[in-house]
């Protein structure tokens, strides 16, 4: 499961195991989200958007499998 947790001016996006609840992933979010506006990538990212106008890229590095944060600024250029 993902889902946006924190109080304001410290939110992040996490990712729970849905069968034994154990913490996959937690990601701080640059700016408060848009809460009710996760989607999800084909690739398995999750976009957030941001109340500043961003989109925040939420993916997992190959490696590592540690949270990364992309910062999308609309329209695209």
Excluded at 16 to 39: E, M
Aim: with cysteine; hydrophobic share 45%; charged share 25%.
């Amino acid at each position: 499961m993902v889902f946006i947790s924190g109080r304001t001016g410290d939110f992040h996006v996490v990712a729970v195991n849905r069968t034994d609840r154990h913490l996959l992933w937690d990601v701080k979010l640059p700016a408060q989200p848009v809460f009710g506006g996760l989607s999800l990538t084909p690739a398995g990212d999750v976009l957030v958007p941001l109340v500043d106008g961003r989109v925040a890229c939420v993916g997992r590095e190959k490696e590592s499998h540690a949270g990364v944060v992309k910062e999308l600024k609309f329209p695209l250029r």
